[in-house]
């Protein structure tokens, strides 16, 4: 299946946020994730992924 994740096509089989994460090497604290368009908490990661979803991973900036 083909995802898109911060505007970056991936193809993948089919599985939940938390792997598809793990698999292209984010971290698995300290990120912000939105799925579709909407906030995806963490606790909520282990949803399914389906054919064209969009996924987006933020780090938290620090700055003054």
């Not at 193809?11 to 994730?33: Q, R």
């Amino acid at each position: 299946m083909r995802i898109e994740v911060n505007g970056q096509s991936h193809e993948m089989p089919p599985t939940t946020v938390a792997i598809a994460l793990a698999n292209l090497g984010f971290p698995t604290k300290g990120i912000a994730t939105a799925l579709n368009g909407h906030f995806l908490a963490a606790h909520a990661r282990d949803r399914l992924l389906a054919e064209g979803d969009r996924l987006e991973v933020l780090s938290p900036m620090q700055g003054g």
